[in-house]
């Protein structure tokens, strides 16, 4: 079993190869042998917010192997209302934060009344991840302040927990942001794989795990932003002998089921544990 927890519904940055409506998330997730797929609207994330979590909500309703993240946008606090639909829905399963690309810092005081709002309509957010120059809003230890203040809450942060480039090194490996999470100490944190360092560099998730031990990982790939050949590449690293099959499953399926609950595909979710 796969369950893929970081994807998109739409065009990002209005790039056409990085587009896929419900239709196209169905055909990469069947290319790549995926079950499910959880994934937030571009369109939420980068234009408009509301338009986006409609749709959102009407591909979850239609293809049973979607499942939905809800964005909200501290700095327009309507977003807030389409909260509602988290209960309307059980394929609809958290929240979806990108301070960097909304421009927000997690600690403000907007963002503060926020979260609360937030936090008492779901047990989930996703959140976007990043450690590069100029993009402070959302960085690793910002959003692990967040995580400790609500300990009975799950955080997944993405992108290997910090997206990282630089001028003289743009794809090299960083995985200090896991090195921070671990150092933590806090349980209700994850990190998700949606990163291309992940299989550019074959040993890096193994590295990754020499921080962090496999229940704290989540397998995401960014999809449309990597199509089904990367997304079975990032598999692939994942299903590797380095990694034992305990870790793989934990990382690929099992820690998801644990993250969704009573929101997980209740059927699959039984034949899976009884593994």
């Not at 942060?157 to 001028?167: D, L, R, S, T, Y």
């Amino acid at each position: 079993m796969i369950i893929d927890m970081h994807g998109h519904l739409g065009r990002i940055n209005l790039h056409p190869r990085w587009d896929a409506d419900a239709k196209r998330l169905e055909t990469l997730r069947q290319e790549a042998g995926f079950d499910y797929l959880a994934v937030s609207s571009a369109d939420a994330i980068m234009y408009d917010t509301r338009r986006g979590n409609r749709e959102v909500v009407q591909a979850v309703r239609k293809n049973p192997h979607l499942l939905g993240y809800i964005v909200v946008n501290p700095l327009f606090p309507e977003t807030l209302n389409d909260l509602a639909s988290l209960a309307k829905h059980d394929r609809l399963i958290g929240v979806k934060l990108h301070p960097d690309y909304h421009g927000y810092d997690v600690r403000g005081r907007k963002s503060h009344d926020c979260l609360a709002r937030i936090l008492e309509a779901t047990d989930l957010v996703l959140c976007h991840c990043s450690c590069m120059p100029g993009t402070s809003f959302a960085g690793i230890g910002s959003l692990l302040e967040v995580a400790a203040r609500y300990p009975q809450k799950k955080f997944i942060v993405a992108h290997m927990a910090g997206i990282f480039q630089n001028g003289a090194y743009p794809y090299f490996p960083n995985l200090s942001g896991v090195e921070q999470v671990a150092d933590s100490g806090l349980t209700n944190v994850w990190v998700d794989t949606a990163h291309y360092l992940v299989y550019v560099y074959p040993e890096v998730m193994e590295e990754a795990l020499s921080y962090l031990p496999a229940e704290r990982f989540v397998f995401g790939t960014d999809v449309p932003l990597q199509g089904s050949a990367q997304m079975r590449y990032t598999r692939d690293a994942i299903r590797t002998p380095g990694i034992p099959r305990q870790g793989q499953d934990l990382i690929l399926f099992r820690n998801a089921l644990t993250l969704l609950g009573a929101k997980a595909p209740r059927s699959r979710r039984r034949q899976a544990l009884a593994r």
